[in-house]
Structure formats: C-alpha cells, structure tokens
C-alpha cells in the first residue's frame, strides 16, 4: 500500500484512545501545560463548537433544485424496460390520462392481477355441493360490488366481504384494528361508513383503469414503470380489500417471498395507537381519491437503478473534494427539502413495516405519500448495488411527532408544479443502510465500503437535470448508525456523485455544528474523498483498538488534519 500523507502507526493510534476516547496526538515524553492531552482535548473540544462564519456557509438557495419550470422533459416515451400503463400517444397528442390496452399476462415477471382470467379459487362447497375452483375475480366483484351499492358499510361488512375470497385465513387474519378504529373516532369526523362503499367501487374499476400488465422491479434489473395517480388509486384499495392473490405469505416458499407484503391485513388487525394514526392518513387518501372533484389526475414514476461493478467509485483513489454542504437542526427532508433529491431511509423491504406497527422515517413518509406503498407490489428487496427513485408522488397528509408519538395532522394541499410528463416535481430515492445489532459492529471497513456504495447508488446522476441531495441522520436510530459517520458517508458519497447535500439533524445541534465545522476544515484543506477513506480506515482502527471506549470521528478528522491549528 502506498504511504499515506497522514500518521497511521500504533502511536497514533493509541494517541487517540486516550482522554475518553477522545482523538489526541501522540503524547510526548514532557507534555508541558499547554500541550498535555486534557489542555489538548480542551482546545479542539473548543474549536470544534465554534461555527463557521455566516459569510462561509451554503443556504439553501445554493444548492442544485428540480428545475422549477415545466420544460423539464421531452414527450412521454416508453421502451422495454421503462413501461408506461397509460396510452402515450394520448397523452402526447390530447394530455389525457387514458389506460394503455394490452394482454393479460400471469408468469414470474409480472404482478399477478386479482382480475386475472388465471387467477382462481376454491369455493367451499354447502352440505350437498361439493368445494370446486372458480375464477377468483367473480367472488370478489360479487362481494365489494355488495359493498359497492350500500350507502353506508361498516367494518364488520368490509371484514365479511374480504373472508369470502380469502376463506383459507379464516382463522388468521384480524379486522379488530378497523374495526376498533371506526367505532373510536369521533361522529364529526366518521365519514368512513361512506368511505367503504366508494373504495369498494374503485376497487372494482382495476380491469378497466389498468389493462396493462404491471412489470416488476426485479432484482438486478435497471427498469422503470409510470403509472397514473388514478391507477395508483385503484390498486391501492385491491389492496386495502386484500384482493392480490399469491401475496399473504413470506415464506421461503411463497411466490412472492422476495417482495414485501402488500395487502393490508396487518396494517388491519391487532389494534394499537399506531394503527390509528395511520388509519387516518391512509383513508384520508382514498377520502380525496373516491371523490371526482378532488382526485388527482397525473403521472408517478417507479425506477429502480443499479451500479454495476465497475461503475462503483474505487474510494482509495477517487480524487473528487468535497462539494457544498447546508446544514441545519431545524426543518424536514420533505418540506425544506422540497425540489431536491429527498432521501428516504428505507428498509431493502421497500416501505418497511407502513403495513404492520413500524413508524420510523420511511414509514411516515409513505404514510404521507401513501402513492409510496404501490412501490410494496412490484419491487423486488433491493440488493446492496440497487435503489428506487419515485417521481411525481403527492403528499396528501401531515403529520407530527416519530414513532410513538406520532400524529396524523390533518391533511396537505400539495402546490407543486408538475414537469411535461404530469408529475409532480418531487423526487425521492429509497436507500437501504446496514441494521446493525451491535453498534461497534459499523466500525470495519467492510461495512463503511458497503455504506459508501449504497449511498453512491443513491446519489449517482443519470442526467444534469438531477438535483442535489436532502438527507439527515441515514441509518442512525433504530439502525444503530453512528451520525458522524453516516453524515462523512454521505459528504463522501455526494462529492463522488458531484451532487450537494442538505443535511437536517432533526434538532441534533451538536450535530449540526460539528458536521457544519468537520465540513469546512475538509474544504479548507482541500480533502479529496481517497484521503478521508483513509481517515477512516485509521478511525475503525482506533474504535476496535479502544477496548470499547468511543472514539468521536469528528475530533479524529480534526486532530489527523489539522491538530496545530488553534482555529479555523
């Protein structure tokens, strides 16, 4: 290995350790007063909470945004591996939204549609018929179509309808949490009753709205599918009715195993607070979708994208310096970070548990995007070199407070323009970090390299027309992620991708601050991405050399980079 322009033997190492983990140089034989490792650690303790001067920081404003004209894109197109279920002459020609005709299909690269001819069940026969196969469509068009025509229909009703074409989960599958839920909310705002019966109906419009088979996102398959927010709509709700066949298994041998759950019977049953919250911002959804005056009526598209090989960044020689950083502790990826890149810290299970009882980042975005969890039908678990890029989603829904503390708010009028192709001018990518179980466990460079091309992927521009990066905290929390590492991840990750990065703490003040001062030292010595790899390979040293003493990265940039300096 090349010799490296910055210290990296035992001395240096064990320089570090000392003063609670705190990265210091190596000591000298007489320290005097000013030297000695506590005077030290005093002195970069305070020069790291120094700010960088107003006249040196990035505003929002500096960083790249979706254009904020509609001349974004050239007339809608499709090709083998970008399906479009619209007709896209139509649209070209007339700007309407009409369904693109075309064959049913029912193999492994397609969804299998619930009103597929293919598609059939066992009904169960009475005490002088016997049990025979039936096509599956004809039982559930004769029971939401019951649904359908009622005024009003309670919980209980959708919960007979939906066991009638799912007999074999009889003894499963719980309504208790819609159930609980429509009878808990207050009379001035239980408007489901009315709900049930419009969702039923949109429901049973799927083999006219889409006649095109769904492709799916598989698995070291760069594709793309664009769907319109009506059709969207009405998978939406099979879903919520549960009509999907093939899909109420994870098991290894299931089908579909590979793919996240998507109809709802967890999010359904086994009642909690959390559900409640959730309810509401689901059928909220379907409330503005069902009605006429209110539905939206435009594009969303579903890209999932791979790096290959040798289109990752060899990160022991890439050359590229770090790019321009706004940092804040105040504000949100999806509000001040509207017209950039938002990232979602998403599960490899696209959506993570939005189904069941999770309620972390992705989880609540989906929630407020529900047009998100249409992603669950088609998109294989993503593998470590894939991400998704959703574009045009709405948000319908706000919110506030985090996992247990979570609120639905009300609902959100969304004011985005929309490019030439319809779609709102959002753009989300769904990256994936490492869950892990011990926090030391991030600290080897198997891990942070796997980081580094995760968030790459992620990041990687298709097109100058790309914006710049909304993130925060990826893969900190549940997750366990050091914030100070995953923030220099992603520093990384985006000078490599030549993209900027608006960086929310989520009130993490200390965090603002050092990242904000970690960020302008790099810059001001002009640190290339190869040299702060090598940092960190020095710092996963120094951490599984500490004997279980933390080592704050931060201060170990400092002190490799620049331990004389008294202030920046």
């Given at each position: ?49 120094g ?40 649209f ?78 009889k ?49 070291g398959?760069?594709a ?23 899909r ?93 890149l ?59 407070g ?48 796997r ?22 905290k ?31 703490t ?21 640190v ?28 170990f ?5 620049g ?6």
């Amino acid at each position: 290995m090349a010799r490296r322009d910055h210290h990296n033997d035992s001395s240096q190492i064990r320089g570090v350790l000392q003063g609670e983990g705190r990265p210091l140089p190596s000591p000298s034989p007489s320290p005097s007063p000013r030297s000695s490792p506590a005077a030290v650690r005093r002195r970069t303790g305070e020069e790291l909470r120094g700010d960088v001067p107003p006249s040196g920081r990035t505003v929002l404003a500096d960083l790249k945004h979706l254009p904020r004209s509609e001349e974004r894109r050239d007339r809608l197109t499709f090709s083998k591996t970008a399906a479009v279920l619209v007709n896209v002459d139509v649209f070209n020609r007339e700007g309407r939204l009409v369904a693109q005709q075309g064959a049913d299909m029912w193999n492994s690269s397609v969804v299998k549609m619930p009103c597929s001819p293919s598609s059939f069940m066992v009904k169960p026969g009475g005490a002088f018929k016997a049990a025979a196969p039936v096509r599956r469509w004809e039982v559930i068009s004769k029971q939401l179509g019951a649904l359908a025509r009622k005024t009003a229909a309670s919980a209980e009703d959708v919960e007979g309808a939906v066991m009638k074409y799912n007999p074999s989960y009889k003894d499963q599958w719980s309504f208790d949490a819609l159930c609980r839920f429509v009878k808990i909310v207050p009379e001035t705002e239980n408007y489901f009753p009315k709900l049930f019966p419009k969702m039923a109906a949109l429901a049973l419009r799927l083999p006219d709205y889409v006649k095109k088979s769904v492709p799916l996102l598989r698995r070291g398959e760069a594709a793309s599918v664009t769907l319109s927010q009506v059709q969207i709509s009405c998978l939406l709700a099979n879903a919520f009715f549960c009509t999907f066949p093939h899909r109420n298994t994870t098991s290894s041998t299931a089908e579909y195993h590979h793919y996240p759950s998507i109809n709802f019977t967890r999010l359904l049953g086994q009642w909690s607070e959390r559900k409640k919250e959730k309810l509401r911002a689901v059928l909220h959804y379907f409330h503005v979708m069902t009605e006429e005056k209110t539905k939206s009526e435009g594009l969303v598209t579903f890209e999932r994208r791979c790096v290959r090989d040798s289109d990752l960044v060899n990160w022991g020689s890439c050359k590229e310096k770090m790019n321009k950083l706004y940092v804040s502790s105040h504000g949100t990826i999806e509000t001040e970070g509207t017209g950039l890149l938002q990232v979602d810290f998403a599960s490899s299970w696209i959506g993570g548990g939005v189904l069941g009882s999770g309620l972390v980042q992705e989880e609540i975005l989906f929630l407020m995007n529900p047009e998100l969890i249409v992603s669950r039908l088609f998109t294989e678990k993503l593998a470590d070199n894939e991400c998704l890029i959703v574009t045009g989603s709405q948000q319908f829904s706000s919110y506030s407070g985090f996992g247990d503390s979570f609120e639905w708010a009300g609902p959100h009028e969304d004011v985005l323009r929309r490019d030439t192709w319809a779609r709102l001018q959002r753009q989300i990518v769904a990256i994936d970090a490492v869950h892990f179980k011990q926090r030391r466990d991030q600290y080897n460079m198997i891990s942070v390299r796997r980081e580094l091309n995760k968030a790459f992927c992620g990041f990687k521009r298709r097109d100058h027309d790309e914006p710049d990066i909304a993130t925060g905290k990826w893969g900190c929390g549940a997750f366990n992620g050091d914030p100070q590492l995953k923030a220099t991840i992603q520093l990384m990750a985006a000078a490599a991708a030549g993209r900027g990065l608006a960086f929310f703490t989520f009130r993490d003040e200390e965090l603002e601050l050092g990242l904000r001062r970690t960020h302008h030292l790099l810059v001001e010595e002009g640190v290339t991405v190869e040299k702060l790899f090598r940092l960190l390979e020095d710092f996963c040293a120094a951490q599984q050399a500490s004997g279980g003493s933390h080592v704050d990265l931060f201060h170990f940039i400092w002190t490799s980079i620049g331990p004389s300096r008294s202030q920046l």
